[in-house]
């Protein structure tokens, strides 16, 4: 075991694969990372499907057999993506059992095109859920405004759920806000909540590529020594908020009737810009209790560069506020930047969902011939 990556499990770090494909489950590739790098869950998005089936042929016997069938690309694409999850979920069951219940799991998305509607992403929600039909999944949400009542209303039927693409505090907080409500309905609909987990997905190193860019244009030393710290100073805040909304009576009566907390999760961790550290989102955000889910380029950053010191989120969320307040004064406006990347999340995540079903269109062609 490498003891950079065993530094950073033991300070309270999971660490997830953000990545998944037939290959990697056939191969034992993921099976290896899991005895070899302390990677104890998985994430996927639809970006990740489309790379992998447009890469490799690994896929192609499934999609002879769809295309005999003649099923149509979506079902294909369920087909696909809800097997490879399955696959991946029961690989990394010992990791959900040693855990009880905290890691070994695996995340599917609902398609992108649905995250402005709120009824029909709880409807494939509980699709995604019995297809897969396994309890140690998560089904990924986005935190848009139609979002929130849809986190609600998923994990009060008993489903576990990934919330995607948070920017802000103010989501994060709302995010935090259906979580609870989830769980009370859960219990009261008499849902064994021992058993559902939720993670906060709160996206980090695109905050910078887009504050960055401000700064750059800003040009002015003051602007410049603001490069690259403000994800990190966003997410620490996000954290403080995490520690202040899960020491409320509300919580504690959830966790009483044997609930567990919507753990904050570290998403986009791999660094855009070529001058920063390739672990800066990794080495600045150790905590207990939260997750950091990397593609495999960053775990093996993580396994060479790492210096892992002990906790680098709490103890100074005042300086941490002063980024953003310096920021604000410098004329960029947090509000701005944060609704623009969820904006530009969900939009990039559908032209992957575009991307991927013509991959998979062009493949079942090329099958029925």
């Not at 998005?45 to 016997?61: G, L, M, Q, R, V």
């Not at 892992?308 to 002063?322: F, H, M, Q, S």
């Amino acid at each position: 075991m490498n003891d950079r990556l065993k530094a950073l499990a033991d300070a309270g770090v999971s660490i997830w694969l953000d990545d998944l494909s037939r290959e990697r489950l056939t191969s034992g590739s993921l099976q290896a990372l899991i005895e070899d790098k302390h990677v104890t869950g998985v994430t996927t998005n639809p970006t990740i499907f489309a790379k992998a089936i447009s890469d490799a042929d690994a896929y192609a016997e499934v999609i002879g057999k769809l295309a005999a069938q003649g099923v149509s690309t979506d079902e294909a694409i369920r087909v696909i993506t809800t097997s490879d999850v399955r696959d991946g979920a029961d690989v990394l069951k010992p990791a959900y059992d040693d855990s009880a219940g905290q890691d070994g799991r695996v995340s599917i998305e609902v398609e992108p095109t649905l995250a402005h509607d709120t009824a029909k992403t709880v409807e494939q929600a509980k699709l995604l859920w019995d297809i897969v039909g396994r309890e140690n999944v998560f089904i990924k949400i986005p935190a848009t405004k139609a979002g929130l009542p849809a986190i609600t209303k998923t994990l009060a039927a008993g489903i576990s759920v990934n919330v995607t693409l948070i920017f802000s505090l103010e989501r994060y907080k709302a995010v935090a806000v259906a979580f609870l409500e989830g769980l009370e309905q859960a219990v009261e609909n008499g849902h064994d909540v021992t058993k559902m987990a939720s993670v906060a997905s709160f996206f980090v190193s695109r905050v910078d590529s887009e504050i960055d860019k401000r700064l750059e244009a800003i040009g002015t030393d003051e602007a410049k020594a603001l490069k690259g710290k403000a994800a990190i100073a966003n997410a620490r805040l996000a954290f403080e908020a995490y520690e202040e909304i899960f020491a409320t009576d509300r919580w504690r009566e959830l966790e009483t009737a044997g609930a567990k907390p919507q753990r904050p999760l570290w998403a986009s961790t791999g660094t855009k810009d070529p001058s920063y550290s390739p672990t800066l989102y990794v080495d600045n955000l150790v905590t207990r209790g939260v997750v950091n889910t990397m593609p495999e380029a960053t775990i093996k950053a993580v396994e060479e560069h790492s210096e892992i010191t002990g906790d680098t989120v709490r103890g100074d969320y005042a300086g941490d506020r002063k980024v953003i307040d310096d920021l604000e004064r410098l004329g960029i406006s947090y509000d701005e930047v944060v609704q623009l990347l969820e904006d530009e999340g969900v939009a990039k995540f559908e032209a992957s969902w575009s991307e991927l079903q013509d991959t998979v269109a062009a493949a079942l062609k090329a099958a029925a011939k």
